[in-house]
């Protein structure tokens, strides 16, 4: 196995982690809100306050990994969210709830833009879809996987016990990740020569850069990006925190049906992702980046929008269930093609570009997620859903005006893209 493929490795149980954390509280949703009396428009809230929290630290955390390195920054990340996804069944009241998510949300910003740094800086142009495809389905899996736990050990031991493991299987993380990552390979012991040959010598001399914050953000091409990935989450962030109380108090389903609903849907995910990287990958080094990273991301946007509209207005259980892991599975394969072209039009300072972007998402997601509990409260479980779905059809649009061939900064130049290096097989 070589090195990179290590790397690969224990991002893809750091995003699996990161996911197990996050979803949690959905799944205990409701035991979490009878037992300290929150309301639907207060979960909405507490859902909300975590993507406030992160958004507003993405860029900076994404930004100190260009700087001083990802194997610090991510070690610093997983610590800090494990110690507050452990603390959050100790918060008694709404306030302290609220307090305890803000600063776990606070302490997992960054998680995936510095993964992309790591990516950028370990592999080859040719090879960043796929990376970020399995990394991204790797938090499908752990979406998937999550209410399969949740839902069986809260029953055992009751639904504390669930972020008191979660939060421990983190700092057994971070310590694995200080030991065997180095932040440039050519540092590495277990990189070959030839190793260092297929990831490329710029690759390994850009370790630590100054990030031209003006550049960045004078450039329209960032805020096209930043725009698309707003309107993505706008629409897309139901499922990810609303989506069990949807189907169960919306729909009347059961908990263990939505359960395999929630792991379906998941798993789907995954498969869309490994699918859309690996087909953005391909694509691109036949027919150029262009066409490679635009193809997979509008259409995967668009669908996913007509099919989230169709779920919202046809009745019933099991064909709106089936029509949202559809849609779900079909709009994650545009998350590889959209963090790869962070790296192709970020390349030396992809920390903060995909921090940026990821930043807008949790914006968007921080505001749709309070205004959905405050929907659903007024309007049912439905209708919320006819505000959110066309968001992902101007997704699509704008996703179809980024030019992925064109770096956003001078300084970044030097970086060869994935038109200009060979293929490593």
Not at 173 to 181: E, G, N, Q, V
Request: glycine share 12%.
């Amino acid at each position: 196995m070589k090195a990179r493929h290590i790397v690969l490795a224990l991002l893809i149980s750091l995003s699996v982690i990161t996911y197990l954390d996050r979803i949690c509280i959905g799944v205990a949703a409701k035991d979490i809100q009878a037992e300290i009396g929150l309301s639907e428009s207060q979960w909405g809230w507490v859902l909300g306050t975590f993507l406030l929290a992160y958004g507003l630290f993405e860029i900076p955390s994404g930004g100190l990994g260009d700087w001083i390195g990802q194997r610090k920054v991510l070690a610093r990340i997983v610590l800090w969210w494990s110690a507050f996804t452990a603390l959050t069944p100790l918060a008694s009241n709404y306030y302290l709830l609220i307090a305890t998510r803000f600063l776990f949300g606070a302490g997992e910003a960054g998680a995936y833009p510095n993964a992309s740094g790591c990516i950028s800086r370990w592999f080859p142009p040719s090879e960043r879809a796929r990376a970020q495809g399995l990394v991204w389905g790797a938090s499908r899996l752990g979406g998937a996987l999550t209410p399969m736990i949740v839902v069986p050990l809260k029953a055992a031991l009751g639904w504390k016990s669930c972020f008191w493991l979660f939060g421990a299987l983190g700092i057994v993380w971070a310590i694995t990740w200080l030991w065997w990552f180095r932040d440039d390979p050519a540092k590495h012991r277990a990189v070959s020569e030839q190793e260092l040959a297929e990831i490329g010598p710029t690759n390994s001399a850009a370790v630590h850069a100054a990030v031209p914050w003006l550049g960045l953000f004078t450039s329209p091409q960032l805020w096209l990006i930043v725009a698309m990935y707003w309107f993505y989450v706008w629409g897309f962030i139901f499922f990810l925190f609303w989506l069990p109380k949807f189907l169960t108090q919306g729909r009347g389903m059961s908990e263990t049906a939505m359960g395999v609903c929630v792991g379906l849907m998941f798993t789907m995910g995954f498969f869309g992702n490994v699918v859309g990287g690996w087909t953005s990958d391909r694509l691109s080094k036949r027919y150029g980046l262009a066409v490679g990273r635009k193809v997979i991301g509008v259409a995967c946007l668009a669908l996913c929008g007509i099919l989230l509209l169709a779920a919202a207005m046809i009745p019933g259980q099991f064909i709106t269930a089936g029509l949202l892991i559809a849609a779900f599975g079909v709009g994650d394969g545009m998350l590889p093609c959209s963090w790869a072209i962070c790296l192709d039009v970020g390349r030396r300072y992809s920390g903060a570009v995909s921090g940026a972007m990821n930043s807008a998402g949790q914006a968007a997601g921080y505001v749709a997620t309070v205004l959905y509990g405050y929907c659903v409260a007024a309007y049912g479980y439905d209708r919320p859903l006819l505000l959110f779905a066309p968001s992902l059809l101007i997704a699509a649009v704008l996703f179809a005006l980024i030019d992925p061939t064109k770096p956003l900064v001078s300084e970044a130049v030097d970086v060869p893209s994935a038109e200009e290096q060979p293929a490593c097989v």
